[in-house]
């Protein structure tokens, strides 16, 4: 039973590492783009920061399928379910001014924070994992500093950009990570 799980995972394993590259490809480009759009709340900006939760629904909708003969999905599930609403609750915030955002995004990140570090953990026989539960939990102390950030007197949306940057970089470090793992030999 143990050799088919770890079959499993294997088989999972190209798929889930196409997808890690592409989360930091996205990530890095939005984060540049959110830069170059400024701190104010444009239009632009408005649609940039509805399109991260939205693609982080499209992400977790793919992982989901690919993995689900060889981990655990309902933490890809519930990650789809909070990402959704966080993309309706940033474009009603979006509306409201720059605080409304930040607060949205900051519950958002403390719960797909939490959800992250809950399917690294579950994915931790697959390997590749450390970089997604580290993650989880900068992203769970992310969103905190976001919703505190909310309250200051001329709050920005700039951090966002050094959040999606990390969060990347998490990503594309997991990617090696899963090949590296896949390429060693079994004992």
Known sequence: MASTASAEHVAATPALRRL???RFAFAA???VLLMVSGSDLTLGAQL?????PAFEVAAAVVDARSARAAAPVRGLYANIAVSLLAAVGIAVAGTSGVADVLRVWGAWAVLS???????GVARRP???QWAMIIS???????????????SQDDPSLTALAGYATLGGIFFLVSAF???????MPSR
Request: no cysteine.
């Open 136 to 150: 989880g939990g900068i992203s769970v102390l992310a969103g905190a500093a976001f919703f505190r950030s909310a």
């Open 20 to 22: 890690y590259v592409i």
């Open 29 to 31: 480009a939005w984060a």
């Open 177 to 183: 990570r899963l090949s590296r793992s896949t390429s």
């Open 126 to 128: 697959m390997g590749g």
């Open 113 to 119: 924070g939490l959800v992250q570090l809950l399917v």
């Open 48 to 52: 940039l920061l509805v399109l991260y």
